[in-house]
Nanobody, 126 residues
Framework: QVRLVESGGGLVQAGGSLRLSCTASGRSFAGYAMGWFRRAPGKAKEREFVASVTWTGPNTYYADSVKGRFSISRDDAKNTVYLQMNSLKPEDTAVYYC?????????????????WGQGTQVTVSS
C-alpha cells in the first residue's frame, strides 16, 4: 500500500494559479498511474475526475472542464505527482485528492484507484 500526502492547496483569487503536490511513501509509485480527483462543496458523495498520468508512456488524461488550464506531471525520482492549476475559477473550489491506480490504467473511474490521500482544500474567490 502506498501512503499519499497532498499539499499546496489554499485560497486564491479567480484567474490565479496553484500547484498541488502529492508525495508517496511506504513504497515507490513506479508502475502505477496517478490521478487527481476533487469533491466540491455540497457534493459529499461525488469525486470528480480531474486529471491522470500513467506510468507506461506516460499518457495524460484530463476532464473537459480543466483542459488547457491544468497540467499533470510526475517525478518518479521524488515519488511525487503535481497538478499545475492556472486560470482558476470559483467552480474549481473543492477538496483535491491524489490517488494511485495499481493497474496503470489511469482513467476517470474512482473505483479503479487503490490508494487515496486525505485531500487538500482549494478555494477560488471571485
Amino acid at each position: 500500500q502506498v501512503r499519499l500526502v497532498e499539499s499546496g492547496g489554499g485560497l486564491v483569487q479567480a484567474g490565479g494559479s496553484l500547484r498541488l503536490s502529492c508525495t508517496a511513501s511506504g513504497r515507490s509509485f513506479a508502475g502505477y498511474a496517478m490521478g487527481w480527483f476533487r469533491r466540491a462543496p455540497g457534493k459529499a458523495k461525488e469525486r470528480e475526475f480531474v486529471a491522470s498520468v500513467t506510468w507506461t508512456g506516460p499518457n495524460t488524461y484530463y476532464a473537459d472542464s480543466v483542459k488547457g488550464r491544468f497540467s499533470i506531471s510526475r517525478d518518479d525520482a521524488k515519488n511525487t505527482v503535481y497538478l499545475q492549476m492556472n486560470s482558476l475559477k470559483p467552480e474549481d473550489t473543492a477538496v483535491y485528492y491524489c490517488a494511485a491506480d495499481h493497474s496503470d490504467w489511469g482513467r476517470h473511474y474512482p473505483s479503479i484507484y487503490d490508494d487515496w490521500g486525505q485531500g487538500t482544500q482549494v478555494t477560488v474567490s471571485s
